[in-house]
Every structure is written in structure tokens, then in C-alpha cells.
């Protein structure tokens, strides 16, 4: 698209048209975005200037869903410092020019609802202006600031640990011992208090590295973290909660503790996460890890039958261009030794070669030149800059839908070619030697436009996506077969948006049947998504109209009215600050209470779904400790609150490993008190479960056995027995994905590609397959021949393949009842009540209702011929769920395909849920293997579930946890020129009811995952179709704003510079960056052996799989804009690469504190930037602070803030930072806009 930057001075007499409206008496900027070729449609923009080059005035021309300008007013204190963040707010459009600020106040006022519609950051009165406190927007909010204290530490206050440091094996060997205590006044103490009074407090060194981090000062549940480094500045052992107040004997330090170990580049070779065994990297002379091998793999006991190494092949510029297994028993320091002395070949680089390797029938256009090269099986190949030879049913288009979208190719003279790019991935899958092949297309403007997916079985998926001038997604069309010979399936979908980009209706057409409208939606001032009408192929006549209410802070408050539910199927609301219900809900506990929160925890939620006549209303309330994990979940119906029914009660060990669990069921017939069906008693070794107990002996819930069984573990980790519930044996593929469960004798097996993807489920003889989307299910003939009852299945019936499944944004395609299902989700994106038109009226009947059926009568002079029958509602299933994700007793009314229940992820016929890295388990609240992402949140137990806070966070792939509230940081109905207050949600806060709308976040590395989880080439890639054809289940009616907003969908590629280039330079980066980001572009390193540095990771996934790289559902991806604010007496040249528009991580500058640039957010957050992270905020006035120095100088200093659009997956939200809503951006960003700021 194109901008225009117009800057406009006092001495400015006259304005182009397009500007004629502004102030002229005003220092002003204004910007114009071009929407469309020619400049017809834009996004208009101006910041107005004060004397002092300040900007009091940000406003947004007519980008109100109404028309109307979005104003914000910018005030100062009496030192000339932003204190006060006011929100933007719609004033009457005067086609840009300046408003009156006392209008605009009293305005924001009102349309927010509230006295207090802005922030206050309380700073210190000294040069540093340091924040001494932060004071949210809103009235409820005033006596519940957080603050901030800085000190230094107090004799005998933090433990002091040491290591003696030698030399063996080439690698460094470090010797941990508790050397006293710190002297007083040798750490820097920063002391965070949130608005609930709960404390987090870190110590550093003088050289910044973070020594201690403390939680719950003051409180009996007092959490530390210690991270010890040897005399080179390299951190060797982090020491968690459960470690610190024992001694450090090797046992400890195995279970308990994370170690590593470093060579003579500084680069980390070996390392140690607890309960994990080993694990070991080998890099070249250009610090790329080649190899990588875990503690299975030096064993016979793994996918290959062998020992041997993970390697990774790259080209010439850094990009891994094929992966696989290396046959060898060779140690690490041989391995290593074998790469220094390489002379032949000596930059260890692969090149294109024309004549192919062949492996299984696959041709592979590479050389075998690099190391390894010797015997190896290779498991994904990717190409770049031109297409390798296509198969013979493989054609690049001219042209993808219209005839302005070009498709490029490297024809000779053209001035733009694929050269760079990503052309085309080959993928393996690990059970058995099926591959699937897929070639992208790309658009004149270097968009990515087109695919065409071979799968293993022979048939394909192809996309194809018509993109307007702004990057917005107008029309999608996927061709799809399952096998060659299979009829094709044709998906179309339609996206209209309003002029600033904000998605209107989303429409959906299988083959040639009649188009069915999946959303209609409206938006109110602010942008936020007010009533989004669902289903219907008329576009006034939707099957449920679903309302959304929020809080002056931007929280969704409410979904529907559970008070007044009229024609609605179900309501939901959320409480933060608020408590309706009992405050002791269950006398048994006195000490757990409901208590209003300010942090942003939720304390209440209550829901009603209209499947029963005048159902009662359901409630429960949250109980949390002072580390704010969840401490109970109480379930209140109205009539009888307290009768106990459903509650769950936790507490933890200090590293967050349960100790105990109770949990009661429903209330039984003629009993005035719930019972109590679980007491269950967790016993561990580190933070391995060992055994579980079940001191309530009921046999309803968890197995009750008089001597529990021992739950084992392989060297990796992961569980392979629980003989309580059954499972005598699970194994697991070299992902750590299991490939096969044992189950009472009955055998559950997988089958997964290289990248990760789960392709095929075979439970029994019940085969289920998992194809760009598409979820086919051996199916019997008298599956789908009742009308919703129950189905009586004859056992003699032949079952055939059939395609069950087709994912939409608002929940699927029943293809073989051949109706659209419609999904109500919660905040948590669990599925809570379905439905679907199964008579084709237009209403839906929410519960069994008399018809009269009537045969015409053979005479015209008789009566016709009619019976009075009872028919089933039209609800499918209805679904409650413990705060832990097991499931109510009572929920399930039909038999169903569709098994996306908690977390919208698929649950597995063993009880277990499918979150792509891992599997979950309900009923005891934990995961079966360590966190692939474990050292991102290193206090942790590595089993632990989503910080043992379900209510507030979830897991989107089984990586890592994560608050779905801090993507929705940012108000959207502004521009980029606003400085909105990061609580506030953009267009879309509907996404703080389905979290899953940021559905890419952790999107990198590709190692693992079942529901669409991308392989590392096709999440730098091919997500972006993932964000076109929807992924998942994906909320179209949270569609983002276009260019104009804060939050939006653009689906332009950007610079054709990968994010990871520097990594060439950088040890072990690749594949750390790998791990934790996704782009459009494919970085440095993208696809590589998945233990090699980072830790495998998955795409996210909420509903249906996805395979590679086919989506077909929702509105194109969401992308946030976000800020980094740059002064000019910034260290070394990181003034001189904002001017550019590029910002580099610490980590990539100098020797890090870790192994090279860490990945520890917290450790980031509390000041050792030497990360892979870049710091980005979601509030402009934030990265103003640090542009002009207004938090560390007194008269502040001239700076630069750089702005950029990412797309969801590209950027992580910091839940380690405190009011500086920090996103984090790793490895090198390129081509953000640069603009220039005064203090």
C-alpha cells in the first residue's frame, strides 16, 4: 500500500485538498495510507505539536465504525512528562482538525462510563523519573495501584551460590556450593507490587544478571529462584524454588535443577533440564548447531532403532535446507572435533544440485556435500529462490483468482522473481515413509497467494486467495481430495470489511450448495465487537444474534445476558473486581474465599444455557493464593448455592507441582450435599509424579486402589506407565509425541509427520485421519441415520473412510449430516454449547419439541394422513467443565465426531486432551511430559498446567502458558499514531472471550504438534494461509481493523529480509529462533532437528488440525502494531539502526549471560536483555518514555519510535512485565517506521 507523510509547520499558509480540514494554526504530522490503487480509500492521520515540539493531540480522520474521529488528548505534567495516558475517544468528525480538549475529556468520560478513563504512572522526583507506581484507568481502580520500590539488598537477604570451574571434554564443568550470604548493598533490589498487593522482587548483580527472583514477600508462600554463574559471565545452574532450601548433591541437581555447560566459543553444547536427561549440540565453524541428541537417542530405543544424532543442512546464507536422523554412536566432543577439522567444504554449506538425492522415491534436489555424510534419513527438505521440478500434476498458476494478481516465478528479466523466498517443503512422516509436498505462490507484490499440497496419500489440497491492495483477504477458495482418485471438495469463502478494515461478514460455501452467512458483525464506537449474528444463508435472518459487553478497562464483561436470555442459546459473563455470589462458598474451608481482584484475575463467572425451561443459573467463584494460583473453584447453581456440588480444591508444592486435589460431583437424587469423589495425595520424585493416592476412596472419580501404582518415565521424560488408569505402555516418536498408547489392551497408535503434524489417529480399528483441515473417520453406514438421538451401531457393519469434519470460524461442517454446527466458547475457548438449523426453518429449537408430520393423501377430497411426533431439539451437545478441564458428568446428548471439548482441543478416547506438543491430563491436572518450553519459565514445575492458574491463562499448543488478555493490549479503533492504554482491547476484545484469536502465538520452530501445528518451514511461510483460510477455531467476528488500526489484518508480507538473517553469526540461534517465532518470511534455521538448543513448539491450536498448509476457516490472521521507543544516547549503534528501521537483540551484540543470547523472558524482563528478544510495547506512550528518556533523564533528549505491524506469532506478550504492556520480538527486526520525537 501507499503512504503519504505530510509535515506541516506554523508558517504553512495553505493544504493540499486532502488536508484542508486540518488546523494550519498548529504544528502537525499528517500521515495518509492508501487503501486501494487509487487513493480513493485511505487512512488518514495527524498529531497536532505544541510549542515545545510535544504532541497534545493524536486524532484519527472518520475511523469510527460511525464515521467519526477518534481523538486523543496527550497532557503533561508541570516537568513536561506524560503521566496521564488518556484513552482515545470519538468526537463528531471535523475531518481532521483539532478538538477542544475540555469537549474531548468530557467526552471520554462519557463514552467510557467512567471518571478515570486514563492511566496515571506515578514517577519519581529525581532526574531518573523512575516509575514509582502505575494507577490503571478507572475508578475502581484508584486505591489499587501497583507500585515499584528500588533498593539494595540487606545483609543475610539472598543466599550466595558459587562454582569452581574445569576443563573436560572440551566443555566447561561447573561445581555448585552455597557460599553464605550477600554483603549488604552489593545487589540492585527492584521490588513490583501488584493491584492486589501480591510481590515479586529480583536482584541483580553489578553486571545486570539477574541473581535472585522472589515471590510472595510477606506472605507464608515465599517462592526463590536462583541463577549461578561461573567466572565467565555464563549462567550454569538455575536453581528452583524446590532446590533452594537443600542441599545441592547431584540428586538434586538432576531432578530439581537446570544445567549447562559451555565450550571455548561460548557456546552452549550441553545441557540438563530437570528430569530430563542430557542433551547435547555440535556445532560448525559458522555457529550453526548441525547435530543434537537427547538422552533416547543414545539409546536403540527411539524412532530410528539406533543411536544417532538429529542434524540440520543450510545453505550458503543460513537457511536450513534439509533435516533428518544421523546413524552414528560417535560422542559429542568426536562429533564437534569432526566439524572443527573439516577442510573440504569447510563453510558447511549444501548447494541446489540438478541431480537429486533419492530416498524412499523422493526426489531431493540438494547436494550431500555438508556434514553429516554419511548414512541418514532424511526428514524435511525445504527450497528457496526458485521451484524444484514440480511434479507432473503440479502447474504454477499465471494467475490466482483475478487477473491483477500475477504469479511470479524467475522468469529471465523480471523485475520481481521468487529469489528469496520459500518455494516449497517436503515432509516426511516419522511412522512410515509417506511424504507430503507442498509449493507456495506468490503474488506481483511478493505476497504469498497460493498452494498446492500433496499429501502422504495421494491426493492434495490446493488454496488460492484473492488480497486487495491493502492486504486485506477478499475471497478464498481451497480445492481439496483426500486420495487422487477422490471426488474433490471445493471450500469458497467471501470476507466484506468497512472502510477501515474492520470485518463485516464472512460467508462459507462448500462445493455448490447455498452459501451459508458464518458472521455478520457490528462494532461500537470504541471498535470493540458489540453483536456478531451467526449463521443463516439470509443475511437478516441469522440463526442466534450474540451480543458482547466490556468494562471501561476494555475486559469483556459478557457474552449475551444470562439474565435475560430471550431467543439466546447461551449467555456467559465474566467478573473481575466484583463478586455476586457466596464469598465462602463451601463452609468447609472458611480460608477460601471469593474475593474481588484488580489484577486482572477473574473471580466469577456465570453462565445459562436455555436447553432446560427456566434453568438455573450456574456460577463459579475463584479462590486464589498470594502466588495467584488457583486454590479452588466453587460451583454455585442458583437455588441451592450451597450444596457443594462440582467444586475443585488445589494447593502446590513451591514449584507449583499439586500436592493435593479434591473435587466433589452433582448433586445425587434426594442428597442436600454434593459428594466428594476425589481426595487425591501427589507424591514425586523432583517434579516427577510418582504415585497418586486417593484418600477419599470413591471409585466415581480418579481409580481408587489400595496401593497405588508407580507412574515411570523414559530418559526423556515423558510418562510411559500409569497403571492406575490403565496405561501399561506409552511410547513416544523422537518429538516426544507419543505414537502409540496401551490402554487396558486396548491400543491407541498416531502417526505424525517430521514437522510435528498428526496425520492419522487408529484406535482400535477406528482409523482417523488429519488432512489440511479436513478430519476424515472410518465410518460405518448407520452413523448419521438418526435425527440427534443416539445411534445403535450394528458390529457387523464394514466401516469405509469418509470426511466427517470441515472447520469453520464459528465451529464446523457435519458433512455427514450435511449441516453447518455452530460452537458457543468461553473465555478459554472451551467449547460450552453446539447447535445446529438440522430442519432448515432459520430458528433453532433449544429443546425436544411436537411436530406433526402429514403424508399427502392419494384422494384430494380426503384428509391427509398425519402423526404427532416428539423431535429432539437442535442443541448437539452441551458441555460444563471443572476449573481443571475435566469434563461434568452430565454434558454429552449425542454421539459425535467432534471431540474439541476443553481448550477447544481435541479430547482423546484414553481422557486425555490433544494440545499438539503434549497431552493433557484433567482428571490430576498436569502434563504426561516436560515442557518444551520449559526454560522460558524456569521456577515452573515443567508439568505443571498453564502456572496452575486455569482460569486465567491456557496453553495454546502445550509449549507454554500464556494470558490470552495480553494480545488485546491495544485499542484498535486507533491508528498507530494514538498512544491507547495497553488494557484496553482492540478491535475484536470479543477476543477476550476467545482467546484462541491470536491463534499463532508460539507459532515457531515446527517440532512438534497434532492440530495444525505448522512445520517450522510452513510457520514462516505457510501460516499465512493459516491467518487467509482461518485455522482453527478461529473468531471471524474479532476480525481486526485494517491499516488504520492498532490491531489488524494485513496480509503483507513486508520486507523480504528474514528475521533471523543475523543469525548466521550467532551461536545456536537458529534454532532457538526457531523455537519461539513465526513469520511470513523463513528465518535462519526455521526447520531443524527439534531438541537442537530450542526446545520443540507447535502452532496453536484450538480446534480442528490443520495440516500444512491449507487452512479453511476464519478471516485472515490477526497482527498487532507495536512500538520501541530509541534515544539518541542509546548505547553503541542502536541509535543509527532505529534510523534505519532495524532493531537487534542484545543477545546478538556481544557474549550474553547464558550460553549466548538467552530466551528467558523473566530474566529479560528483569534486565538481562542480553536475549534473543527485542523489547516492544502495545502503548506508544510507553516506548515515548524511553525515545525521549523521560524515565531517565530530567530534561529528557530527543529519540526516535520505531512502529511495525506484526503478525500474530511474530511477537510474544512479556507476562513478566509490569506497566510497559512489553511485547517481546525475537531475532532482527527489519523495515519498521521510523519516527522522530522531541522529549
Known amino acids: 500500500m501507499k503512504k503519504i507523510l505530510s509535515i506541516f509547520g506554523l508558517w504553512v499558509a495553505a493544504a493540499v485538498s486532502a488536508q484542508g480540514n486540518l488546523t494550519a494554526t498548529e504544528n502537525y504530522i499528517y500521515s495518509k495510507t492508501c487503501l486501494n490503487g487509487d487513493c480513493t480509500k485511505v487512512s488518514e492521520n495527524v498529531q497536532y505539536f505544541d510549542s515545545f515540539g510535544r504532541p497534545f493531540q493524536a486524532v484519527s480522520i472518520k475511523a469510527s465504525p460511525t464515521g467519526k474521529d477518534m481523538v486523543q488528548h496527550i497532557p503533561y505534567d508541570s516537568h513536561g512528562r506524560t503521566v496521564d495516558s488518556w484513552y482515545p475517544v470519538p468526537m463528531s468528525t471535523l475531518n481532521g482538525a483539532v478538538q477542544d480538549t475540555a469537549a474531548v475529556k468530557t467526552n471520554a468520560v462519557t463514552v467510557y462510563g467512567d471518571n478515570r478513563p486514563f492511566s496515571h504512572s506515578v514517577l519519581e522526583n529525581s532526574p531518573l523519573s523512575r516509575v514509582l507506581g502505575n494507577i490503571a484507568p478507572g475508578q475502581d481502580w484508584q486505591s489499587h495501584p501497583s507500585t515499584v520500590q528500588y533498593n539494595t539488598n540487606t545483609t543475610g537477604e539472598v543466599k550466595k551460590y558459587t562454582v569452581i570451574s574445569s576443563w573436560l571434554e572440551g566443555r566447561t564443568e561447573a561445581v555448585p556450593s552455597e557460599n553464605g550470604t550477600y554483603a549488604g548493598g552489593i545487589l540492585i533490589k527492584n521490588t513490583v507490587t501488584d493491584e492486589d498487593q501480591n510481590t515479586s522482587v529480583q536482584y541483580k548483580n553489578k553486571e545486570g544478571q539477574v541473581v535472585l527472583t522472589r515471590k510472595g514477600v510477606g506472605t507464608a508462600l515465599v517462592t526463590d529462584t536462583y541463577y549461578v554463574y561461573n567466572e565467565y559471565s555464563q549462567l550454569v545452574y538455575v536453581i528452583p524454588p524446590m532446590a533452594v532450601n537443600t542441599v545441592l548433591s547431584e540428586t538434586v541437581l538432576d531432578n530439581l535443577c537446570y544445567q549447562y555447560r559451555y565450550d571455548g566459543w561460548n557456546r552452549m553444547v550441553e545441557k540438563k533440564l530437570p528430569g530430563k536427561g542430557w542433551e547435547y549440540i555440535v556445532y560448525d ?117 483475478n487477473q491483477d494478481q500475477k504469479v511470479l516465478n524467475n522468469a529471465a528479466g523480471a523485475v520481481v522473481t521468487t529469489q528469496g523466498m520459500a518455494t516449497a517443503s517436503y515432509v516426511k512422516n516419522i511412522e512410515d515413509n509417506g511424504w507430503t509436498k ?182 463459579y467463584g475463584y479462590s486464589y493464593d498470594t502466588l495467584n494460583r488457583l486454590s479452588a473453584g466453587f460451583y454455585q447453581k442458583a437455588g441451592n448455592e450451597t450444596g457443594k456440588e462440582y467444586f475443585e480444591i488445589a494447593d502446590y508444592d513451591l514449584n507449583g507441582n499439586m500436592m493435593h486435589l479434591k473435587r466433589s460431583e452433582g448433586m445425587l437424587a434426594g442428597a442436600s450435599i454434593a459428594t466428594v469423589i476425589d481426595n487425591l495425595k501427589y507424591d514425586y520424585t523432583g517434579n516427577r509424579l510418582i504415585k497418586v493416592t486417593d484418600e477419599q476412596q470413591n471409585p466415581s472419580g480418579y481409580p481408587f486402589l489400595t496401593v497405588p501404582n508407580t507412574i515411570t518415565y523414559d530418559d526423556n521424560g515423558n510418562m510411559k506407565t500409569h497403571m492406575d488408569k490403565g496405561i501399561s505402555s506409552i511410547q513416544y516418536n523422537y518429538l516426544n509425541l ?79 449430516t450435511n449441516q453447518y454446527i455452530y460452537n458457543y466458547t468461553d473465555h478459554l475457548g472451551n467449547v460450552r454449547l453446539s447447535y445446529s438449523d438440522s430442519n432448515k426453518d ?88 516436560v515442557d518444551p518450553l520449559a526454560e522460558v519459565m524456569r521456577r515452573y514445575s515443567p508439568y505443571n498446567y498453564a502456572f496452575d492458574n486455569p482460569i486465567n491463562f491456557i496453553d495454546p499448543d502445550g509449549n507454554a502458558p500464556y494470558n490470552p488478555k495480553d494480545f488485546y493490549g491495544s485499542n484498535s479503533a486507533f491508528s498507530d499514531d494514538f498512544d491507547p492504554n495497553t488494557t484496553i482491547y482492540g478491535n475484536g476484545s470479543f477476543g477476550g472471550y476467545k482467546y484462541y484469536e491470536m491463534g499463532f502465538m508460539y507459532d515457531g520452530g515446527g517440532s512438534n504438534g497434532t492440530r495444525d501445528p505448522k512445520s517450522s518451514f510452513w510457520q514462516k511461510v505457510g501460516n499465512f494461509f493459516s491467518g487467509i483460510f482461518g485455522g482453527k477455531k478461529k473468531e471471524s467476528a474479532a476480525a481486526a481493523l485494517g491499516t488504520a488500526g492498532v490491531i489488524s489484518t494485513p496480509i503483507q508480507v513486508g520486507p523480504l529480509i528474514s528475521d533471523g538473517v543475523v543469525a548466521e553469526t550467532v551461536a545456536g540461534l537458529e534454532a532457538t529462533l526457531a523455537a519461539v517465532t513465526s513469520t511470513t518470511v523463513l528465518t535462519v ?45 542509546a548505547k553503541g549503534s542502536m541509535y543509527f539502526e532505529a534510523m534505519q528501521g532495524i532493531a537487534i537483540p542484545n543477545g546478538f551484540r556481544q557474549v550474553a549471560t547464558t550460553w549466548g543470547p538467552h530466551r528467558d523472558m523473566e530474566l529479560h524482563s528483569g534486565g538481562d536483555n542480553y536475549s534473543i528478544w527485542t523489547s516492544w510495547s502495545s502503548s506508544k506512550s510507553v516506548a515515548r518514555d524511553f525515545a525521549t528518556g523521560n524515565a531517565f533523564y530530567e530534561n529528557g533528549v530527543h529519540g526516535i519510535i520505531l512502529s511495525k505491524t506484526f503478525r500474530v506469532g511474530q511477537a510474544v506478550p512479556n507476562p513478566f512485565s509490569l506497566g510497559e504492556a512489553e511485547w517481546l520480538v525475537p531475532g532482527v527486526t527489519f523495515g519498521a517506521k521510523v519516527q522522530y520525537v522531541s522529549p
Open 842 to 929: 432459520g430458528i433453532i429449537q433449544p429443546r425436544q419439541y411436537f411436530s406433526q408430520q402429514c403424508d399427502e393423501p392419494w384422494n384430494p377430497f380426503f384428509p391427509p394422513n398425519c402423526i404427532s411426533i416428539w423431535k429432539p431439539g437442535e442443541i448437539v451437545e452441551v458441555n460444563n467443565y471443572y476449573p481443571f478441564g475435566l469434563m461434568h458428568n452430565y454434558t454429552t446428548t449425542t454421539q459425535n465426531a467432534y471431540q474439541y471439548k476443553y481448550n477447544g482441543k481435541e479430547l482423546q478416547e484414553n481422557g486425555m486432551y490433544d494440545y499438539g506438543a503434549r497431552m493433557y491430563m484433567p482428571d490430576i491436572g498436569r502434563w504426561g511430559i
Open 285 to 401: 565453524k559458522q555457529n550453526r548447531p548441525v547435530l543434537s541428541q537427547d538422552a533416547v537417542l543414545r539409546t536403540t530405543n527411539n524412532s530410528f532403532g539406533t543411536r544417532g544424532w538429529m542434524f540440520t543442512k543450510y545453505d550458503q546464507y543460513g537457511r536450513a535446507v534439509y533435516t533428518g536422523f544421523f546413524a552414528n554412536t560417535a560422542t559429542r566432543q568426536t562429533m564437534q572435533n569432526a566439524l572443527d577439522n573439516m577442510s573440504a567444504n569447510a563453510g558447511n554449506n549444501e548447494k541446489r544440485s540438478t541431480t537429486p538425492i533419492i530416498q524412499n522415491g523422493t526426489e531431493i534436489y540438494y547436494t550431500k556435500e555438508a556434514f553429516p555424510t554419511g548414512s541418514m534419513t532424511i526428514l524435511s527438505v525445504n527450497y528457496y529462490d526458485t521451484y524444484p521440478p514440480l511434479p507432473a500434476d503440479v502447474n504454477i498458476p499465471d494467475y490466482i483468482i
Open 1085 to 1129: 534455521g526455521a526447520v531443524f532437528s527439534p531438541i537442537m538448543v530450542g526446545a520443540p513448539t507447535t502452532k496453536w491450536t484450538i480446534d480442528i488440525p490443520k495440516d500444512i498448509p491449507i487452512t479453511i476457516t476464519g478471516e485472515p490472521q490477526k497482527t498487532i502494531t507495536l512500538y520501541r521507543g530509541i534515544s539518541s544516547k
Open 438 to 619: 507442498t509449493f507456495l505462490w506468490y503474488d506481483n507484490q511478493a505476497r504469498p497467494v497460493g498452494s498446492h499440497s500433496i499429501n502422504h496419500l495421494g491426493g492434495y489440497s490446493k488454496t488460492l486467495s484473492e488480497i486487495d491492495f491493502g492486504g486485506l483477504l477478499k475471497r478464498s477458495i481451497v480445492q481439496h481430495k483426500r486420495l487422487s482418485a477422490d471426488p474433490e471438495k471445493l471450500i469458497t469463502q467471501t470476507f466484506d470489511y468497512d472502510n477501515q478494515g474492520r470485518l463485516l461478514v464472512q460467508k462459507h460455501q462448500i462445493d455448490a450448495q447455498p452459501e451459508e452467512i458464518l458472521t455478520r458483525n457490528e462494532y461500537n464506537e470504541l471498535s470493540q465487537l458489540k453483536t456478531k449474528k451467526v449463521g443463516g444463508t439470509a443475511i437478516n435472518l441469522p440463526l442466534q444474534t450474540v451480543d458482547y459487553s466490556y468494562n471501561m478497562r476494555g475486559w469483556l464483561t459478557a457474552v449475551n445476558d444470562p439474565d435475560n436470555l430471550g431467543t439466546d442459546l447461551f449467555a456467559y459473563r465474566v467478573k473481575y473486581n466484583t463478586v455476586e455470589g457466596l464469598q465462602t462458598p463451601n463452609t468447609d474451608y472458611p480460608g477460601l474465599m471469593v474475593k474481588p481482584k484488580y489484577n486482572g484475575s477473574i473471580v466469577e463467572v456465570d453462565w445459562k444455557t436455555s436447553t432446560q425451561e427456566n434453568e438455573p443459573l450456574k456460577r
Open 738 to 816: 507419543p505414537k502409540q498408547i496401551t490402554e487396558n489392551a486396548q491400543v491407541t497408535n498416531y502417526v505424525y509427520r517430521a514437522d510435528g503434524t498428526k496425520v492419522k489417529k487408529l484406535f482400535g480399528d477406528i482409523e482417523t485421519n488429519y488432512l489440511d483441515g479436513f478430519q476424515y473417520k472410518s465410518t460405518k453406514p448407520s452413523e448419521g441415520s438418526s435425527d440427534g438421538g443416539l445411534v445403535v451401531i450394528d458390529p457387523n457393519e464394514v466401516a469405509v473412510m469418509k470426511l466427517r469434519i470441515i472447520p469453520t470460524s464459528e465451529g464446523y461442517f457435519d458433512v455427514l
